[in-house]
Structure formats: structure tokens, C-alpha cells
């Protein structure tokens, strides 16, 4: 069990220092949030984990392995995957396209593949329906696979890229904000879905930034506290947001 792992990550930006030496192990088979003020920092460690940004020091390491520095599509084939606050669906495909989308294999991304594999293409397209059809249905979506994904409402926008992470089996999940803007109904089906995740498959690791401690508090089992570009406290979920001192910082009271 060795998961996903940041060592004394630090990245100043525009002359301010947004993350100062912050170090956090992500372990298979649990829920991770990071949770703090707006400014904190927590959305910039999954863009220095994900490439997007280059860390000024220390490391990211999956399974052991330095990944620093990788590009993000590099960091994805790894068998990292990321969640976005704004979703970032096709819109002007059917449910089920999206998925399929993610399923098929980056060989088959070449605009020569149809034309000298036409066979192979079919048995991976038809291979990709059969695996999207079951991720629609683990995220309660499959009856609505033949609708344009623009008519799906926002939660059930989101149950739809958890889906394509999932098509495309990424071992670890950054997920930001997966209960920003929900209704308490699609906040418990989303919940609900992300416990199953890590209930049915230990090897899968799931990491949110999440405002919402009502969700931190029923779903996550590890949490760690970040206050001015660093980890101020980690532990329980229990232990961390109980904390006197959690409290001033983050509730004001």
C-alpha cells in the first residue's frame, strides 16, 4: 500500500508564496480532504500534483515513483485522474458518448487508426460501450445514457465525470469540490457514490477539496488542515475538525 505521496512541495507565484514545504501521504482504500480557508492552497497542490504547475521545491511521488514535473497527460496515464469544480462534460454528446470517450485507449486517438485498424476499432468501440454502460450504472446514470449530457442537471453533471474517471480506471481521484453547488439530495447521492468507490475497490484513492464539513465530516476518514499555504494539522476526521484551534482558524469561533 503505498498511494500517492507529496514531499516539502513549495510554489510562490507572482511574487507570493502560495504552498510553503507542504508534505501529505495518500493512502489506497480511504477518503482524503483537504479542507481550509479560500487562499490556502489546497487547489494549487492538485495543479502541482496533475502538471500543471512545477513545484519550485520537494517532490510528488506515486507508488513510489518521482512523477515532479510530468506533463498532465503524462500524470494521467500514470493513473491519476482529476475532477473539476466546473465539471467540464461534453455538453453536445449523449451521456454515454462521454464515457465511451474516456474508455477507448490513446492508440486509438490517431487519425490513421480507423483507416488501418477499422476492425480492431470496432471491438474497442464496442468493448468501451460495454464498460461505460457499466460505470453509468454504478453512478445511478444508465437510463438517461441516450440524453444530450447538456440536459443532465449539475449533480448529476458531476455522478458523469466521476463515471469517466472511473471508465478510465484511475487509481487516484482528485476530486475538487465534488459538492459545491448540489442540492442535499445529489450532495448524498455523490457521497453515496465515492463511499462505494472505496468500500467495493481498496486499491482506488480518493482526495477532495472540499468547503462543505457537513460532507467532510460523514465521508472523509483522513483530513488534513491547510491554513496559508500550509498543513497547520492532519489526523481524524473526528480529531482535526474538533480541534479548538481548527475552529478559531477556519469557523471564527
Known sequence: MVGLKIKNLSKTLLGMEIIRKVTATFLPG????LVGPN???????????????T??????????????G????????????????????????TVLENVVTACMPYASESPLFPFMRPLRLSRLYKHARERSCYWLEFVGLYAKKDYPASELSFGQQKLLAIA?????????????????GLSPIA??????????????DRDKTIVVVEHNMKVVTEMADWVY?????????????????GAREVREMYLGF
Open 55 to 68: 513545484p519550485d521545491n520537494g517532490a510528488v511521488f506515486y507508488d513510489d515513483e518521482d512523477i515532479t
Open 164 to 180: 469517466r474517471l472511473l471508465s478510465k480506471g484511475f487509481r487516484v481521484m482528485l476530486l475538487d469540490e465534488p459538492a459545491s
Open 70 to 93: 510530468l506533463q498532465p497527460y503524462q500524470v494521467a496515464r500514470k493513473g491519476i485522474g482529476r475532477l473539476f469544480q466546473d465539471v467540464r462534460i461534453f455538453e453536445g454528446m
Open 39 to 53: 487562499g490556502a492552497g489546497k487547489t494549487t497542490i492538485f495543479n502541482l500534483i496533475c502538471g500543471y504547475l
Open 30 to 33: 480511504r477518503i482524503t480532504a
Open 225 to 241: 488542515f491547510m491554513n496559508e499555504g500550509q498543513v497547520a494539522f492532519f489526523g481524524r476526521t473526528d480529531h482535526v475538525l
Open 187 to 200: 450532495t448524498k447521492k455523490v457521497m453515496a457514490t465515492l463511499e462505494r468507490i472505496v468500500s467495493e
